[in-house]
């Protein structure tokens, strides 16, 4: 008893599990905090930080900037230097991802930043893309 090719195909498809509908392995982190006086409290700062994998240099200095307010870390702590609502820094976080993490090419989260010379690029170690960034 011999099986064609085509009837062994079928016969595998059909033990294999279905797919799963999961589309993304990467969500966006969200902020914790709380407002102290006239300042803002970032308590997850550095979860941030681990879950983007990016330097804290890199993102402290696009949050400040794009936020238009001064800050400092003190220990495990961001402290903004004026109130900010956690919408408005989550939106600053998203516009982050997308610009310094995920690929423009394949959409993957798998990139780190290379400076080469006066440009940084942002690389794609999935599919290999290499994209010029502006600098903060």
Request: glycine share 8%; aromatic share 8%.
């Amino acid at each position: 008893m011999t099986l064609e090719y085509g009837e062994l195909l079928k016969k595998a498809k059909e033990k294999l599990p279905s797919l799963s509908q999961e589309t993304s392995r990467f969500e966006v982190p969200k902020v914790l905090g709380h407002l102290q006086g006239n300042r803002t409290v970032i308590s997850n700062f550095f979860q941030l930080v681990s879950i983007l994998r990016r330097s804290k240099e890199h993102f402290l200095k696009f949050l400040l900037k794009e936020l238009a307010t001064p800050g400092e870390l003190r220990g495990e702590l961001l402290i903004l230097g004026t109130k900010v609502g956690s919408e408005r820094i989550n939106e600053k976080i998203r516009k982050y991802v997308e610009e310094y993490v995920t690929c423009k090419t394949c959409g993957k989260p798998d990139t780190k930043l290379e400076k080469e010379g006066d440009f940084l690029y942002l690389v794609c170690q999935a599919c290999g893309a290499k994209k010029i960034v502006k600098g903060i």
